[in-house]
Each structure stands twice: as C-alpha cells, then as structure tokens.
C-alpha cells in the first residue's frame, strides 16, 4: 500500500489526520484518490442529495480594505449599492417560488443597513418559510444575538487564513483574534456556524492550509467554505496568479474527510477558475450549490473578484441547469431547508 492509500484508509476510519498528514495528502502526486475518497466519505456522511442556497448579495459597501477583496474600501472603481429592503425581500420571495429552502444573505461589512431594519428584512423573509444564512462580517455579540432573535439561522465568516502574520498583512487595521471571537459568539448564540479560508495567497504555505483544516475540525463548523484566491485587478494583489484551483479542491477534500457530516459547497470561485468546477467540487466532497438569486441590477458590481460565474444567470434557467447538471451526475436535489444533520 502507498502512503497515500494508508492515510487515506485512516482518515475515512478515524475521520482524523495530523498536521504532517495533511500536508503530505495536500502535496502527494495522486490528487485523484484524495478526491475519490472524500466522495466516499461525503456519501456516507450526507448521502447523495445536494442543497440549493438561493444567494442574495445585497450591499457591496464595505469598511475593510482586504488586499485580495475587489470591494475594499480602497478600490474607487466600484459602483456602491445597498438593495432596499423591498427589493432582497422580493428576491427571497422568487427564491422561495424557485424552490430555494434556503436564503444566503451576504454584504460587505458596514453598518448599512441599520441593525433595526435588517432586523425587519430578516422578519419579512423568515415569514416566507425558508432557512436564513447571514454572512455581513464582524459584529458585536448584541447585534448577532439581535439577528437570531428576527430569525436568522445560519452564519458564515471565513477565518480566510489562520496564519495569524499571513491574517495581518492582508489586512493591517483587522484582528485575527476579533475574527475568531465571533466565530465563538455565533456558536454561542445557537447559529449554525460556517466558515472556512482562501487557498493560493501570496505567502501561503501548505503547513498554514494544513492548520486551516484542523481549525476547521477544532471549532467544530457547521458548513466549511473553501475557494481559490482569484486576484482583482483593481486590488494591490493585481499582478499575483490565480495558482489555486487544485489545492484548494483538496483542501476542501481533505476537509469533508475530517468533517464527514458537515455542509460544504462547491463554492462560485472553483466554477470561475474552472469550467467543470463546480461538478467537479461535488464529486470531491461537496454537497451544497449557491446560486445567484438577486434582483436589482447590482450583480456585476459584487465583484470580489473577476468573471464571476453567474452573474448574468437569470435566476430560473440557472436553478434548471444545476437541477439537469445534479441528475447527470447520479445525484439528487435536497428537499427541505438541507440544515447540517449531525451523524
Ligand atoms: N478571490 C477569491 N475569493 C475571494 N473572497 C474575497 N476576495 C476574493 C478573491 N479575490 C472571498 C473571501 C470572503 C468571501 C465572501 O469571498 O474568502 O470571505
């Protein structure tokens, strides 16, 4: 047996790998049986349905300056927009209609808009009878708390990288410690709680990845998103390249092994860096589809990075094709709001 087929064999008995291990089956040369295997474990963990998330990105207005991010502060180039409240309700309601169990409402990180109106967004859209996933960024435990109580079920904010010097000079004025204090608030508060960190950064090493990985398994998400760094050409990481589609799908394989139950999608940067990206993502441990629900024009001004997949996707033709694209593959729609079911 290989050394990668004995840790392989491992990880799916023990859904345990060590720091060293992982680095070896993030770097070893058969990058096929890692994926073959999380698929396996994938099957066993969540079985064979995949969730649809209807993804509203409703403000690109942002107060952080990340270096990789097409939104920070610091790019003028930008066109700012915050949908209305009428209009992120009224793309929930066509999700819902589209059969979306579930609403991903994701923005920059401000204070726009107001705590008490998206309180009142949160509301409207709860009453339509589907699952909410907030992902706007850092806040305060009171204000966490506030968003549960208007029904907010889910939350997701990437710790992007838990190389703490990495962390900080991507973005100097943020706290790598902040960031994980509010991982620890949303558990707190009864979230089901994602997050998950860039793959192919400059100054990135495997350790660090391999780390990321057991960060992961150590604050016990539920939903773990993992995407390929994709430089922005209006960003200080302009002249970078785009060198990680392959690790970032095994790290995310490598994650479904030591988190057999979790939600994972095949996230929108693997698609954009890759034409069979996202099928290629669920068929490597992934069991979760975002797609672009939102009304209002603004879908190309959400750029965190370049040629996002889907932008211009009319929101019913997308569902159909992944609907089609799903049953290609042996595999079925998820029914219901696809919450984690812990094994
Ligand atoms: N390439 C890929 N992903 C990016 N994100 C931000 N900028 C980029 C980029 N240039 C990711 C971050 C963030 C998520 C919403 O988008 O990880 O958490």
Redesign the pocket.
């Known amino acids: 047996m290989t050394q990668t087929e004995s840790l392989l064999e491992k990880g799916l008995k023990t859904a345990d790998l060590t720091e060293d291990e992982l680095v070896f089956l993030l770097t070893c040369a058969d990058g096929e049986a890692v994926f073959r295997a999380a698929d396996a474990v994938r099957k066993r963990g969540v079985g064979d349905e995949i969730h649809l998330r209807g993804l509203i990105e409703f403000s690109n207005i942002c107060q952080n300056n ?1 270096l ?4 920070r502060r610091g790019n003028p180039n930008v066109e700012r927009f915050c949908l209305s409240p009428e209009e992120i309700v009224e793309s929930a309601r066509n999700a819902k209609a589209l059969g979306y169990g579930t609403v991903v409402m ?1 923005s920059g990180e401000s204070g726009v808009p107001a705590v008490d109106d998206l309180c009142g967004v949160l509301r409207r859209v709860k009453a339509l009878d589907v699952a909410i996933t907030l ?1 706007i960024g850092e806040k305060s435990f009171e204000e966490y708390r506030a968003y549960k109580r208007a029904g907010a079920d889910r939350y ?3 710790i ?1 990288t838990t190389d703490k010097a990495l962390y900080a000079a991507l973005d100097p004025q943020m706290n790598w410690e902040r960031r994980k204090q509010c991982l620890d608030d949303l558990k707190t508060l009864g979230y089901e709680v994602g997050s ?3 793959v192919g950064l400059p100054n990135q090493s495997v350790e660090s990845i391999a780390r990321d990985i057991l960060f992961l398994k150590r604050i016990g998400v539920d939903m773990a ?1 993992i ?6 050409p209006d ?1 200080p ?1 302009k002249d970078c390249k ?1 060198t ?1 589609f392959e690790l970032s799908l095994r790290t995310m394989a490598l994650t479904r092994i030591l988190l057999p139950d979790i939600n994972i999608p095949a ?1 929108t ?1 693997m698609e ?1 860096l890759s034409p069979n990206g996202r099928v290629k993502a669920l068929q490597s441990g992934a069991n979760v589809v975002m797609l672009n629900v939102a009304q209002g024009g603004h879908r190309a001004a959400y750029a ?3 040629n996002k997949a889907g932008v211009n996707d009319v929101a019913a033709i997308a569902r159909k094709n992944i609907e089609r694209t799903i049953e290609s593959i042996g595999r079925k729609v998820g029914a219901g709001y696809g919450s984690r079911k812990k094994a």
Do not use: K, M, N, V
């Open positions: 990340c990789y991010c097409g939104i994701q992902s997701l904010l990437r992007e998950g960190c860039l998103g995407g390929p760094f994709i430089p922005h960003t990481l785009a990680g996230t940067a954009t965190l990075y370049p």
